[in-house]
Structure formats: structure tokens, C-alpha cells
């Protein structure tokens, strides 16, 4: 968006009567405004999504481990949870991590609504602070996916998506 701006392309919008500066100008707040509304709606769509789908997902699947854990050593202690043992303690941590990432990401989209009327200081607000929020809460999401049941998740997953084409 910045080239819009640019000496050398002001003067060749000019000289062929497409923009005058002042609608380069204009175009080029549009396109800031348009980029963080768009990574602001994607932020939280993200959080929605945690809290209602992925969250929900992850505590029944630990809920169920835990509880299967228990049914088969009330059966027989000679038996090894090992595997069991370790799936719900990543799954427990993993989502303790996810968690502070929502946290974080709620808190990043709180506060981008407090960079006032610099369109630019606001875009790249979006793009050094709460993109990247976004992608820590997306390393531990796609991480639960890998844990959880698939009949547990609700959510596409890669697999289904790729396969949907």
C-alpha cells in the first residue's frame, strides 16, 4: 500500500489523469482500514472459535482419557496406562498453552482499538502484534487437533479440507 505514496507514482497517476494525491492518499487509508478490520475479524473469529469449539473439544477428550485411565486400572493394576498417561498430560499442558495464547490474543484485539486515528500505526499494530497472537493461538490449535478425537472435533480438519476439493 505504501508505493501508492511514492513520489514516481503519484506523478505517473497524474500524468495519465488516473489519481490526483489526495485520492492516492485516500486510497491508501482504505486499504489500512481494510487490513485491519479484515486481520481484526479473523482475530476474533479466532477467539470465538477457541472458546466455543477447540476448548470445549480438548477438556471432553481429557475428561474421557482421564476417565479411562481410571476404568482400566479399577480392572487390573497389572495393566500399562503409560500411553494414556502421557496423551493427557500433552493434551493438558498443550491446552494450558492454548489458553494463554487466547488470553493473549484477546488482550492484543482489545487493545489495537486504542491506537487511535495513525492508520498506519494501527495496521502494523495488527500485523506485529495480533497476527502474530494469532499464529501461537494456531500452533497449539493445530496441536489439539492432533490429540483429539476425531469424533471430538467439530471443526474441518486438514485432511477433510484437502479432500474436500
Known amino acids: ?5 511514492r513520489e514516481s507514482t503519484v ?3 497524474e500524468k495519465h489523469q488516473v489519481l490526483n ?3 492516492l492518499e485516500s486510497r491508501y487509508e482504505i486499504n489500512l482500514e481494510q487490513y485491519s478490520k479484515q486481520i481484526n475479524i479473523e482475530a476474533l473469529t479466532m477467539i470465538d472459535m477457541a472458546k466455543h469449539k477447540i476448548i ?3 477438556i471432553k477428550y481429557s475428561t474421557e482419557l482421564a476417565n479411562s485411565i481410571n476404568a482400566i486400572r479399577a480392572a487390573s493394576s497389572a495393566v500399562d496406562v503409560s500411553v494414556q498417561e502421557n496423551l493427557l498430560i500433552n493434551l ?3 491446552l494450558a498453552s492454548f489458553q494463554a495464547n ?3 490474543l484477546e488482550k492484543a484485539t482489545h487493545e489495537a482499538a486504542d491506537h487511535g486515528d495513525d492508520s498506519y500505526a494501527h495496521a502494523v499494530y495488527y500485523r ?3 497476527f502474530k497472537a494469532m499464529g501461537a493461538l494456531r500452533a497449539d490449535g493445530d496441536e489439539l487437533e492432533s490429540f483429539i478425537d476425531a469424533e471430538l472435533w467439530s471443526l474441518p480438519t486438514y485432511a477433510e479440507m484437502l479432500f474436500m476439493l
Do not use: I, R
Open 128 to 130: 506485529d502484534v495480533v
Open 1 to 5: 500500500a505504501l508505493v501508492l505514496l
Open 21 to 23: 494525491k489526495t485520492e
Open 56 to 58: 470445549p473439544a480438548a
Open 92 to 94: 493438558g499442558a498443550t
Open 11 to 13: 506523478q505517473l497517476y
Open 102 to 104: 487466547l488470553n493473549a
